[in-house]
Nanobody
């Protein structure tokens, strides 16, 4: 019952920056957190970053710490991913996802794709070397 639409993907040179946006609509009242995952060709989907919806606790994969920043606008039901110092290894389809409170259990719950209830269509990010 939640729809997610990602924006902001594209082609960028290594060392450059991009900002991804994800707008949620529908029945968003039960949203506890939103996150970003990515999947490169031939690789498994991996966690990138997540943020809780009330107090804005943030979580990052080690591979993006210090380079990516996640933020949210509660009024607009939108989550952002600011990506700086991009590397070719960051090339992937980036997916936005929503998790409800019922799925928040155990350590590192934010990094498990199976915990999320809704997913966007994805947006392509390509970083040239």
């Amino acid at each position: 019952q939640v729809q997610l639409v990602e924006y902001g993907g594209g082609l960028v040179q290594a060392g450059g920056s991009l900002r991804l946006s994800c707008a949620a609509s529908g029945r968003t009242f039960s949203t506890y957190a939103m996150g970003w995952f990515r999947q490169a060709p031939g690789k498994e989907r991996e966690f990138v970053a997540a943020i809780t919806w009330t107090v804005a606790n943030t979580y990052y994969a080690d591979s993006v710490k210090g380079r990516f920043t996640i933020s949210r606008d509660n009024v607009k039901n939108t989550v952002y991913l600011q990506m700086n110092s991009l590397k070719p290894e960051d090339t992937a389809v980036y997916y936005c996802a929503v998790i409800g409170i019922a799925k928040v259990l155990g350590t590192r719950w934010y990094s498990r794709g199976a915990s999320y209830d809704y997913w966007g269509q994805g947006t392509q990010v390509t970083v040239s070397s």
